[in-house]
């Protein structure tokens, strides 16, 4: 029928305008992952939209607007847009924190969760760049990816040598850190001391821990159960009964509801919930709490000064009190985030992007799925 | 007995009259000029681009499509989705489509109240209601605090079903129901029932198949709803280690091997299944009985059991909306998360620490979306209806409901793609994926609405030298009026709460009410994240107190046949 041709000239013309446009991204994409990114950047300046919330991003050629202030000169004034995995509360925390200490200086958070975030500037890298300047995520193994997108930048602040070794890689570094820590209700006994106890049948039907295909931060505690606890450790878990969730933020609830009085997940899931007045305590396993740095960076073809402040300012002795005050451990620790003494395990970080899937393979051979 | 039945189902049960060769010139008669280029530049920009261009994703590295059938977890995620999908869809069509008709066909008391009571699902965010069934009937929950009552069995296949299914009444229910008032079906009734069929026969050969592109439109849209839902899987599925596709995706999501690819290449078969089921049931899309307007309603006698029904309904809403709704109350005012939701342990902290931020600003901007989407769709709805008696009609409808079959995070990422050099940061960029995602929901009811639909009084209108677009005004537009309402109902409630859309979209200052629900929940907050979605959904009821109250809207919307149907 005369119709159906229509329709079917009118959808595959959609589909080439498509293939089109990709091909058109694809060239953008590759150029602004050239050093010079000129011609990238003077296509998005002419973005409608792109001038009042984002308009310092890409500002290696800065919209006209701003260029004055913007330009690498020395008194950095002015605006940059970070994506971070914090909540909205703690996000505004951020802005205010930053903007108190650098009055010129305004950044505006975009809040979103790792994976969301890491999807979004995949998409808009496509689509002719990300509209960001710095990102601070809360997953170390989605940076290699990032890396061979072409959307990790390579400025690293100079504070950044204090780090711990674990806390810097290609292009990013680590200001503060996730621990996977032993949480459980007030009133449980006995009182668990290590990882091991976990296996203990008292236990039977209380725990919960979270779901390693889902985040880094609990693949690293998958990855580092059978080395400290034994390699038997997931098998017993399971004999207990334990109770897998997708989000460590649930191990957090159900522990404080009761629902599972006793379970493994962060100390930042930890501390606020504490801080609320949630009867809950927090224990530092004696063989060694897993820890996982959360990483910032900049994004490849911005230099926005503010941004790149924003990343000095996190390591700075003010950037990292205003961290442990938002319930985070910052990593050049001077504020008892984690208790003198505590026992740290060492991650390779490198391996757990490359094993991610013998380590998932593992899980999911005890626990099936 | 059953002889005069037969026969009038042999007179009515057949070809819908417009599908007959003779439609051609009849169709033409009625047709408005301009629809096509608008329809189909609509379905272009909204619709084929944006997705068109997301699969050239996967399509440009077909390699990534092989690694993923070689994933073990594959066959089983497929099977999770087909499974808990289809019994879905089965569960909403019995509890939501089997109240329309109840409603219809029986004088059922508080009608009114009861519709408010299916439709409470779709208040909250998907997530949210999740939540709200755990926080209420599993471990530590409301009903253990009460009667010591723990239903953990939920957290699997079972459960995961039953909720998918429960989310989806409300859709089965708008759609069905809209269908009941969209034409009398008096005539054909009262001549089967004064021929002497029993009231079963009659249900069964009049009024099913009248119904018929009701139950279709709402099956299709049950399925990819439920198929593409991850907010339920992620809280009662993931923990029995049951995948389904949607999980996959978010897994793939949260750490990419093949950046954007895995997740793409997974909605694509998301995509798959939604053709599948639109090519099976289109099959049956048209009416095995042709209404024509507005007929004499039908008297029913009020029975006893009538009230008996209209109280299994009312147990049916206490117990997957109320009783969750209180679970999530007693969270929200509940000073510390995790102790018993007991008096003494009261406070209002949570609901006011809710309205702080950007709680009412990004409600209000969700408001403005919600409505602007809900009627500008109506009105794509109707146009592209208009053209769904025909071929290509179908074909188009089933390309509409793409982005409804996949996860709203493949939608912002389709749009990311196409439109982010043009509108990002702009309120209207969710604007337009909305537009995009929610498109189905509005088209399938009014083109099943249009289906129904006998040409005779249009044509009447135009051999009477009325204009195409009077005649549609006079004899077209009053039948379908519930099922546009329905339709815009459908999708204001959609996009009022809608979280993973916006989520990707959103900077700084667009933020939705979905977001800011979002990011309380990301924050592992549910003190927050509940007494939220508890404001929501007061603002929605009170919104909807005009429609309890006032009996006019209540008839446009055909929830008051009380007594006189």
Known sequence: MKRTLVTVIAVSAAFGLAACSSANSGSTNSSSSSPSPSSSSSSSNSLPGSSSSSSSSLSSSAPVETSSTSAETPPPAGKATIYAAVTAANGTALQDAFHTAFPNETISIVAAGTGKLVTRMEAEEKAGGVRADAMLLADPTVMPQLASDGILG?????????????????????????????????????????????????????????????????????????????????????????????????????????????????????????????PVTIVWPASGAIPVPAPAAMIKGSTNPVAKNFLDWLLTTDGQAELAKLGYSPALDSSGAVPAGTKIATVPFQDLVSQRATILGDFTKVFGG | MTLPTAQLAEGQVGPHPVSASGAAPRSRMLRVGGEWTVVLVGVAVLVAWPIGRMLYEVIAAPSIIADLWNESQMTAAIEGTVVTSVGGTVLALIIGGGSAVAFWRLRVPAQAVLAGGLLLPILIPPFVSALSVTQAYTAAGLAQH??????????????????????????????????????????????????????????????????RPAIIAATALCFISCASDFGVPAVLAIPARYPTITTEIYQAMSFSTNGLADPIA???????????????????????????????????????????????????????????????????????????????????????????????????????????????LVVAGVLAGRLGLRRGGRALGALIAVPYAVPGSAVAIAILLTFSKFLYGTIAIILVAYLSRFWALAQQPISAALSQLSPDPALAARASGASAWRAWWVSVWPAIRPSMLAAWLLVFLYSLHELTVSSLLYVPGTETIGVVVLNAEEGGDLATTSAIALWLTIVILLCAVPLIVSRRLRSILGFSSGGSW
């Open chain 1, 154 to 278: 390579d400025y690293v602040p100079s504070a950044a040598s204090q780090l711990p070794a674990g806390n810097s890689g290609q292009g990013w570094f680590g200001p503060l850190d996730f621990y996977n820590v032993i949480v459980y209700k007030d009133g449980l006994t006995p009182v668990p001391k290590d990882w091991s106890d976990l296996t203990n049948p008292a236990y039977k039907g209380k725990i919960e821990i979270g779901d390693p295909s889902y985040s880094g931060t609990t693949l690293a505690m998958a990855a580092e159960m059978p080395k400290l606890a034994g390699a038997d450790f997931f098998t017993k878990l399971k004999a207990n009964d334990v109770k897998i969730v997708q989000s460590t933020n649930t191990v957090g609830n159900d522990i404080a509801s009761g629902a599972r009085p006793i379970g493994i997940t962060l100390d930042s899931v930890y501390r606020p919930l504490k801080e609320k007045g949630s």
């Open chain 2, 146 to 211: 009460l009667v010591g009552l723990q239903m953990n069995w939920l957290f699997g296949a079972v459960g995961t079903t039953i909720l998918l299914g429960v989310q989806q009444v409300p859709i089965a229910f708008l759609i069905i129901a809209a269908a009941t008032r969209t034409r009398g079906s008096g005539d054909a009734e009262r001549a089967a029932r004064a021929s002497g069929a029993p009231p079963w026969t009659t249900l069964w050969t009049i009024t099913f198949p009248l119904l």
């Open chain 2, 266 to 376: 997974l909605s694509a078969l998301l995509i798959v299944a939604a053709l599948i089921v639109f090519a099976v049931t289109s099959r049956f899309a048209t009416a095995g009985v042709a209404a024509n307007r507005h007929t004499t309603p039908l008297v029913i006698r009020r029975r006893p059991w009538h009230t008996a029904v209209a109280v299994l309904i009312g147990l049916y809403i206490f117990v997957v909306s109320v009783f969750p709704l209180l679970g999530l109350i007693s969270i929200a005012i509940t000073k510390v998360y995790g102790e018993s939701p007991v008096p003494a342990h009261w406070s209002f902290d949570h609901l006011a620490t809710a309205l702080q931020g950007d709680a009412i600003s990004g409600f209000l901007r969700s408001l403005l979306l919600a409505v602007l989407a809900a009627t500008l």
